[in-house]
């Protein structure tokens, strides 16, 4: 395994297919990639269904659709022969990211204006539309809970809500945070949901009771992006300028920082074995972008 050369622009989105093998990367606006994760080699999308480019990449649970979101439109394709599925039309606002549901039944958008899109991945139909009443965050962060009951995405700047995906109802989360876009990311048991935010703070929260039962410090700037391993054992942060670090979940000890980046870390996501991580955002001068491969069993940059 090796890590991929600079990239042209700062990347923006990674997705891990569920046996691994895979990595989907979007770079700048108009780029998208796929990464054989073993031996670091790369294939640009040859079938892309836009020439407003790639802007969010998600794979989904089964590894069979591969989602990517343009300017104007969310394309729905076959990951290895490109062809279509569905086409997603989408309001002329840039989509920031994607994800799929547990059941893979439905994908979540999240939009520039701070819009929150649900669709019912077989039809393409909205289940749902949601506004903060915020629109200046710059968040981009949504997460699924495990049992995809639950839909989390930040809406002050101290404010998470909970959108129950069944009834529509929302539940509230006071953070605490103080300092600009929250990163979300829910343990895989579903028990614990992770923040972090510009405050260089992690929280950890009890899904059930909503009571923080961590408060990790450690990051010297910015805290833009959080990861579980699959198997519970591990909370991966990323941030600025150039800082990820891992931590132990059942301690909620800092295990240590992995260097390598450049610059600021905008995403992380482990392999569904728990085996890889991978990481990306962009150079120190932010023009041109960096993706890491880590084996998490050594812990080192390949």
Not at 174 to 184: D, E, K
Request: proline share 7%; charged share 20%.
């Amino acid at each position: 395994m090796r890590s991929p050369p600079d990239q042209p622009a700062p990347v923006n989105s990674i997705s891990f297919s569920p046996d691994s093998e895979l990595l989907a990367t979007s770079i700048g606006q108009n780029k998208g990639q796929l990464w054989h994760v073993p031996m670091g080699n790369a294939k640009e999308f040859a079938w892309n269904h836009s020439d407003q480019g790639v802007r969010c990449v998600a794979f989904s649970p089964t590894g069979r659709v591969l989602a990517m979101g343009s300017s104007d439109t969310i394309y729905l394709v076959d990951p290895i022969t490109g062809n279509q599925r569905l086409a997603i039309p989408c309001p002329e606002v840039i989509i920031r990211s994607l994800i799929f549901s547990p059941d893979g039944g439905m994908l979540v958008g999240n939009f520039e204006d701070g819009a929150i899109r649900v669709w019912d991945t077989r039809t393409g139909k909205g289940l749902h539309a949601l506004k903060p009443a915020t629109h200046d965050l710059d968040s981009h962060c949504i997460a699924i809970s495990p049992d995809g009951k639950t839909l989390a995405f930040q809406v002050e700047i101290s404010v998470v809500q909970r959108l129950d995906l069944a009834t529509g109802r929302l539940r509230e989360l006071q953070t605490g945070h103080n300092r600009g876009p929250i990163c979300l990311a829910y343990s895989p048991d579903g028990k614990t949901l992770a923040t972090g935010a510009h405050d260089k703070r992690i929280k950890l929260w009890d899904t059930g009771t909503d009571r923080e039962t961590a408060n990790l410090s450690g990051h010297k700037g910015r805290v833009t992006c959080l990861a579980f391993s699959p198997d519970n054992k591990t909370l991966a942060s990323g941030g600025t300028p150039d800082e990820l670090k891992l931590w132990d979940v059942a301690t909620m000890q800092e295990l240590f920082p992995l260097v390598g980046h450049t610059g600021p870390v905008h995403c992380a996501a482990f392999s569904p074995d728990s085996k890889t991580l991978a990481t990306a955002g962009a150079t120190a001068n932010g023009q041109r972008g960096e993706i890491r491969f880590w084996r998490t069993a050594q812990e080192t940059v390949k």
